[in-house]
């Protein structure tokens, strides 16, 4: 039986996986041991750690409530990780996907977990060199977990288009705004959690699924939105990594705001007829970013996604206020009111110079603040 380690409400942290680069045409390169190796000569306190394969690395804040202080704490993870990253002379990156890495030519990290991922997905797990940012919400209780991931379900796409940061994958335009999201499908176990009721039921499913010899413990769901029992919190999973760090703390402080909202709406129940549009309202988050459509399951009414976030930025106004994220919301505001995204900018760069090397030299920039 799982037990939910009950957290403070509406705390935060995020996770960050960054391409590791060469600065000679900017693909990827097997850096994550010699950057923890001299990472680690320093006494640093920060939790900075392999991932599945050899050219990335993860990043995680500790836990907080004020965004301004995960800034804060990112910023000085970022001066760390840089300075390492310049004595190697790698670079360092967002974005979703790296434009033109083939996955055959990755390396899976050494350790028993990704050894086990390797062997049961075959080639996926290469493939699964992609690099998304992950936002924990701190909850209450098991059910206050199960009932706020099932309300963040339909906020989904707003996230996704808000951080879309993939649009090139093995050297080609996919014509998505995030493709990042495409790889995690091919898992058997991605997608949306099934519906329950609370914390009971959700361990009901998952005893019999552990009895079926299909999972061993909550990392084998790939979910989109899952329960993170072992933390307390509740995990969102369908971010792009950010090209900048201040983007990433925007998109923390947003899940924060709609938390709050959440929390506090006890009128709000949540309802398996989500599920009717969920995977719709994802594909047009993925491959149209703010021009793609949103269906509301419960009216039947559509609109654009570009519309529902600004409309529910709106209403979590006076929440943002008490809250003191409204300078975040503002931050995500503007990028929605100017119509372009970390995938647009990615694309311009490319049609500016002809040269996925270079754009990929660009985004590095970006996230070292060069």
Not at 213 to 219: R, T
Not at 254 to 265: E, I, M, R, V
Not at 330 to 342: F, I, K, N, P, T
Request: a negative charge; proline letters at 4%.
């Amino acid at each position: 039986m799982l037990e939910f380690n009950n957290s403070t409400p509406l705390t935060m942290g995020v996770e960050l996986e960054l391409q590791i680069v060469n600065r000679r045409d900017y693909n990827l390169t097997r850096g994550s041991d010699d950057l923890l190796q001299i990472i680690n000569k320093t006494e640093h306190g920060y939790d900075i750690k392999p991932e599945i394969t050899e050219s990335m690395i993860e990043i995680a804040t500790s836990v907080h409530i004020d965004h301004h202080e995960m800034l804060t704490e990112l910023t000085a993870m970022r001066t760390l990780l840089v300075a390492a990253a310049d004595k190697l002379n790698l670079g360092l990156a967002g974005g979703g996907a790296h434009p033109f890495q083939h996955w055959e030519d990755q390396r899976i990290y050494p350790t028993d977990r990704y050894r086990l991922v390797s062997e049961l997905y075959g080639y996926l797990a290469k493939q699964f060199t992609v690099y998304g940012q992950h936002i924990h919400i701190g909850c209450p209780s098991g059910d206050e977990a199960i009932r706020l991931a099932h309300l963040l379900a339909r906020t989904m796409p707003h996230f996704i288009t808000l951080s879309a940061s993939s649009p090139f994958y093995q050297g080609v335009d996919t014509t998505f705004q995030s493709s990042r999201l495409t790889s995690i499908n091919a898992f058997p176990l991605s997608g949306t959690m099934p519906f329950v009721n609370d914390w009971e039921a959700f361990n009901a499913y998952f005893d019999k699924m552990s009895r079926l010899g299909i999972v061993a413990s909550m990392k084998d769901f790939y979910w989109d939105i899952r329960p993170k029992p072992e933390y307390g919190t509740v995990e969102i999973r369908v971010c792009d990594t950010p090209l900048a760090i201040e983007t990433a703390v925007a998109l923390g402080a947003y899940a924060q705001t709609l938390s709050k909202y959440f929390f506090t709406q006890r009128d709000l129940h949540p309802t398996a007829d989500t599920a009717l549009t969920y995977s719709y309202n994802r594909f047009q988050a993925c491959r149209f970013g703010l021009n793609g459509a949103l269906i509301n399951p419960l009216t039947g009414t559509q609109s654009s996604i570009k519309d529902d976030i600004l409309q529910t930025f709106d209403m979590l106004k006076d929440v943002a206020e008490e809250m003191g994220t409204d300078d975040a919301i503002e931050l995500l505001r503007r990028r929605v009111l100017s119509g372009q995204s970390d995938a647009d900018w990615l694309r311009a760069c490319y049609e500016k110079s002809g040269s996925l090397s270079d754009v990929v030299r660009q985004q590095s920039a970006v996230w070292m603040a060069r």
